[in-house]
């Protein structure tokens, strides 16, 4: 994806590894600073990626490139 990046907007961990899991949430738990970042930086992506104003204007720069 091109806004998930680890320890900048998201914590990876294997999915169904128990100890991976445990070793992100530890991360998260003993860095409160790069967990406020990693929060923010996450939430302005959602706000801009899931904007519906946005979005409706990216639908009209689309169409309108499609005639």
């Not at 169904?16 to 899991?21: M, Q, R, T, V, Y």
């Not at 204007?57 to 490139?65: G, K, P, V």
Request: charged share 35%; proline share 3%.
């Amino acid at each position: 994806n091109d806004f998930l990046f680890h320890q900048e907007t998201v914590v990876f961990y294997k999915p169904g590894d128990i100890k991976s899991f445990v070793k992100a949430i530890k991360y998260l738990l003993e860095n409160p600073v790069k967990r406020k970042e990693i929060g923010l930086r996450a939430r302005e992506y959602a706000e801009e990626a899931f904007d519906y104003r946005n979005n409706a204007m990216r639908l009209c720069d689309f169409f309108h490139d499609l005639s």
